[in-house]
C-alpha cells in the first residue's frame, strides 16, 4: 500500500481547506465558462453545486482496490468513498473493515452502497457516484468499462484493461465514448504517471541518446501469492479467486504484470505499436494444477516498422536471479529508465522530488474532474494490453504475430454468462500445436 508522498504536503490543491476548495470550485466553474466548457460537465463532474465533495465507488477491493482507494482519498481532500462492490460477501466484509481501518472518515460507505455478487457493479453505478475504480481481475474489465462509461461516471481503470483482442478493441469503444462524454479514464499504467521515468523518456524522446537501436525488457521476479481454496467453493471461485493463473481472467503474467514493460516500449515509439513479433515461452516450474493454464516464463522479440526491436523477457521463478528494469540502447548513449538515468555522450541522473505514482494518477484524475479537463489515457492502455496479447500468442504458439491480425482477431475468451459452478476448461497451449492464426 502506498504512503503520502511528500509532494502533496506542497500542493496547495489538494490539502486546501474546504472553504477554499470551494472558491477553487468557483474559479473552475469560471475558468469552465470561459473556455466554453459546459457547465452540465462541470454539475456531472463533481455536483459542484452545493457540494465539493467527489463521490467514489470502488469496484474490486483486493489488493490494488484498496490501495487505489486510499490514492483517490489522498489525492483530494474532497473525496469520500461511499460505495463498494465486491463479487462475494465474505470479500465484501473483510474490505469493509480494512477500508474503514485506512480511510478513517473518509470512508462514507453506508450499508445500502455496499453490493456483493455478480450484479454488484451494475448496482453500484446506480448510485450517485462520480468516479468509479475498476480493480477486479482484468477478464471483466471490459464489460465494466462499457457499464462504467453508459452510466456517465469518470473512471480509473487498472491494468490490463482486457485479456483478448475483443476486449481490447471494447475497451477503445468504451474509451472513445467517455471522450465524446467529456467523461476522464485514467489507467494504472502507473509508469507514466512517475517523475522519474517520464522525465527520462522524454529526454530520450528529445534524442539524449540519439536514435533508438533496440530496447531491452527485463521483468525477472519471483512469484505471487495464491488463495487456498476452501472446500466450499465451487471450481469457478476457485479461479475467480487464483484468478493470476486462469488465462480469461489475468491474461497470464505476460499481460498482467510484464504489461508495465511493454508499455514502456510502446511509450518510447510514441505510442506506436510493433507491426509483429515472435517469441517463445513455457511452464517449466510452476506446473502443478492450482497454477491453472498459464506459462512461467516468456520471451519476445517485437519488431516496429522502423527497424527498430524490442527484446522482451519475464519469469516468475522462485530463486532465480531478478531484475526490472528497461534498458534503451541509442547510437548516442543509453538508458536505464527505472534507474532514471543515462549514460553516453550526455551523461544525465533524474534527480527530482519522486512522490508515489499510485498517488500521482489519482491527482491527475481528481485535478481533471475539478478542472473540468478531461483526461483520457485509452489509447496507449488498450495498444499495450494487445500489445502483451501479441506476445503471449507468439510464445503459445510459436507463430509470427502480425499487429493486424491482433487487432482484427475475434479471439474472445471470456465466457458469456458468469456464475457460479463449472468453470471455464483449462487449456494449457504447446507451441508448434495451438496455432493463434488458425482460430485468429
Ligand atoms: N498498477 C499496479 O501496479 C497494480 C498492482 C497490483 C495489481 N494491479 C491490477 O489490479 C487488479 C486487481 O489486482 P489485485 O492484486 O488487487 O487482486 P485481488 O485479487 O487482491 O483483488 C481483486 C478483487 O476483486 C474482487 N472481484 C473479483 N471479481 C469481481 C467482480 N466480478 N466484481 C466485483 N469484485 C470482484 C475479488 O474478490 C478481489 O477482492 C488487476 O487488474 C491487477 O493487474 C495493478
Not at 465533495?53 to 483530494?76: E, F, H, N, S, W
Not at 516496429?304 to 519475464?314: F, I, L, S, V
Not at 549514460?343 to 544525465?348: D, I, L, M, S
Request: net charge negative; aromatic share 10%.
Amino acid at each position: 500500500m502506498s504512503t503520502v508522498p511528500v509532494s502533496q504536503q506542497s500542493d496547495s490543491s489538494t490539502t486546501a481547506s474546504p472553504s477554499s476548495r470551494r472558491d477553487f470550485l468557483k474559479t473552475a466553474s469560471i475558468a469552465g465558462a470561459a473556455t466554453g466548457m459546459s457547465a452540465s460537465f462541470l454539475q456531472r463532474s463533481v455536483h459542484a453545486q452545493g457540494t465539493d465533495i467527489i463521490k467514489v465507488g470502488l469496484v474490486g477491493a483486493g489488493g490494488r482496490g484498496t490501495g487505489a482507494a486510499k490514492d483517490a482519498m489522498d489525492a483530494d481532500s474532497g473525496c469520500r468513498l461511499t460505495a463498494i462492490a465486491e463479487i462475494t460477501d465474505d470479500r465484501l466484509d473483510g474490505a469493509k473493515k480494512n477500508l474503514k481501518r485506512s480511510l478513517g472518515d473518509r470512508f462514507a460507505v453506508p450499508d445500502d452502497q455496499c453490493f456483493s455478487g455478480w450484479d454488484a457493479m451494475q448496482r453500484l453505478l446506480e448510485t450517485d457516484i462520480n468516479v468509479v475504480l475498476l480493480a477486479t481481475p482484468p477478464g471483466f474489465r471490459p464489460m465494466q468499462m462499457e457499464a462504467a462509461v453508459a452510466a456517465g461516471k469518470h473512471v480509473f481503470c487498472e491494468k490490463p484493461v482486457a485479456v483478448d483482442p475483443v476486449g481490447g478493441r471494447r475497451v477503445m469503444a468504451a474509451s472513445e465514448t467517455a471522450k465524446a462524454k467529456g467523461l476522464s479514464v485514467v489507467s494504472g499504467l502507473c509508469w507514466r504517471y512517475d517523475y522519474g521515468v517520464k522525465a527520462t523518456i522524454e529526454k530520450i524522446l528529445s534524442g539524449a541518446i540519439g536514435d533508438i537501436i533496440s530496447i531491452q525488457e527485463n521483468y525477472l521476479a519471483g512469484t505471487l501469492w495464491i488463495r487456498e481454496p476452501k472446500d466450499w467453493w465451487s471450481p469457478m471461485h476457485t479461479q475467480v479467486m487464483n484468478w493470476l493463473y486462469y488465462r480469461w481472467l489475468s491474461g497470464d503474467h505476460i499481460v498482467e504484470q510484464f504489461i508495465h514493460s511493454l508499455d514502456k516500449s510502446l511509450w518510447l515509439h510514441n505510442d506506436t505499436p510493433p507491426v509483429l513479433c515472435y517469441g517463445l515461452g513455457g511452464r517449466q516450474v510452476r506446473t502443478e494444477t492450482e497454477y491453472g493454464d498459464i506459462y512461467d516464463h516468456f520471451y519476445v522479440v517485437y519488431q516496429w516498422a522502423d527497424g527498430t526491436r524490442t527484446y522482451a523477457a519475464t519469469r516468475q521463478m522462485p530463486g532465480c536471479y531478478n531484475e526490472t528494469e528497461d534498458y534503451v540502447f541509442g547510437t548516442k548513449g543509453t538508458a536505464r529508465v527505472l534507474a532514471n538515468e543515462i549514460t553516453g555522450e550526455n551523461p544525465w541522473k533524474f534527480t527530482g522530488e519522486k512522490p508515489s505514482m499510485y498517488y500521482l494518477e489519482h491527482v491527475a484524475l481528481m485535478k481533471s474532474i475539478r478542472e473540468g479537463t478531461p483526461i483520457n489515457n485509452g489509447d496507449y492502455m488498450c495498444k499495450s494490453t494487445l500489445m502483451a496479447i501479441m506476445g503471449r500468442e507468439a510464445a503459445y504458439s510459436g507463430e509470427v504475430i502480425r499487429w493486424d491480425d491482433i487487432k482484427d482477431s475475434k479471439m474472445s475468451l471470456v465466457p458469456d454468462t458468469l456464475a457460479w459452478g463449472d468453470a471455464p476448461a483449462v487449456e494449457i497451449h504447446q507451441p508448434g500445436s495451438y496455432s493463434f492464426n488458425q482460430r485468429a
